[in-house]
């Protein structure tokens, strides 16, 4: 026999437990549950809307070019918005200074002064002039090859970084592997025609996503203009080979790239409406590589912002 006391106490027990989970299955607060932090980072990424609206394939249909390849990339997703032959391997002439680039910054130390060697020099056709024995920081060098393309710094750079051309070519290599470009091959670090150098618009585009993440290389490729002191004190004004930046106000780089064997190429960017892309266009020409970049660039951006 229980006792009435515990009795009473058991039923007023057993009626507190209906009410909480009467409660908990109505709406009310449940215990708190512990989540994992991997998974409180991962569902804001994987639920969000804007991912999706931000990488929105516009609706009028590409316009035509004449470069015979392209690309144009949502920066922010990486989905291919447009594309025609980005697969097709071709020289991709000074371009591929963005893969340079990628590899001073990857080695630090971008204010160590560089001394001027007259191996330098032993190239053509764009040059700054260098002479043997000035001495410049990585920094400035860094800007006047992402602005003028020229080629002596970008021979200097690379015998600065990599300690020969040979060695930096391998660097370039390793880089653009470890970014995921897999149908390039690069032979020296400003892009003159050599046998069995190329890539593709699609592996480039890969490449200036990465330059475009970096706040100092964007700053670079954005620059119109700069004057360049060299170490007697007299001065140049550097005027950049991209000249979309002059034509369309929200074009912010990229690089441009000329040879017989590569034809005019550009790789353009440009930030609009909550968007940012890039764009690659190979094997232009001169009348056709600033029309070709700049449709491409107004087709992908000039829509509404992003959210509207």
């Keep these: 026999m229980i006792p009435a006391m515990s009795r009473l106490f058991c039923v007023r027990l057993a009626a507190f437990a209906f009410t909480l989970a009467s409660v908990s299955s109505c709406g009310g607060n449940p215990p708190p549950r512990t989540t994992p932090r991997a998974e409180a980072y991962r569902q804001p990424v994987s639920r969000s809307p804007e991912a999706v609206r ?5 609706q009028t249909p590409p316009p035509p070019i004449a470069g015979e390849s392209a690309i144009v990339v949502d920066y922010q997703s990486g989905r291919v918005l447009y594309a025609k032959n980005a697969d097709v391997p071709r020289a991709v002439a000074s371009t591929q200074k963005i893969i ?9 130390n971008i204010d160590q002064n560089v001394t001027i060697s007259a191996s330098d020099a032993a190239c053509e056709p764009t040059k700054l ?7 410049y920081s990585r920094r400035e060098l860094l800007k006047v090859l992402m602005v003028k393309s020229a080629n002596d710094v970008g021979r200097a750079l690379a015998r600065d970084v990599g300690g020969d051309q040979e060695s930096f070519a391998a660097m370039m290599n390793r880089k653009s592997a470890s970014l995921g470009m897999r149908n390039s091959n690069f032979k020296n670090p400003h ?4 046998p069995g150098q190329y890539s593709t618009a699609r592996d480039m585009a890969i490449a200036a996503r990465a330059a475009y993440r970096s706040p100092l290389l964007r700053s670079y490729t954005a620059t119109k203009a700069f004057t360049f002191r060299f170490n007697d004190g007299h001065t140049r ?8 930046l002059k034509t369309l106000p929200y074009c912010d780089g990229l690089k441009t790239g000329t040879t017989n064997a590569s034809g005019r190429c550009l790789v353009s960017s440009g930030s609009l409406n909550g968007r940012s892309v890039i764009v690659v266009v190979l094997k232009s020409n001169t009348p056709n590589i600033w029309n070709d970049s700049t449709k491409l660039l107004r087709w992908a951006l000039e829509r509404p912002a992003v959210g509207a």
């Design 129 to 135: 002039g260098l002479k043997s024995g000035e001495v």
């Design 54 to 58: 931000v990488a929105a394939i516009p």
């Design 237 to 244: 004004v550097l005027e950049n080979t991209n000249k979309v």
């Design 100 to 108: 340079t680039a990628l590899c001073v910054l990857d080695a630090g």
């Design 191 to 194: 892009g003159l025609t050599e």
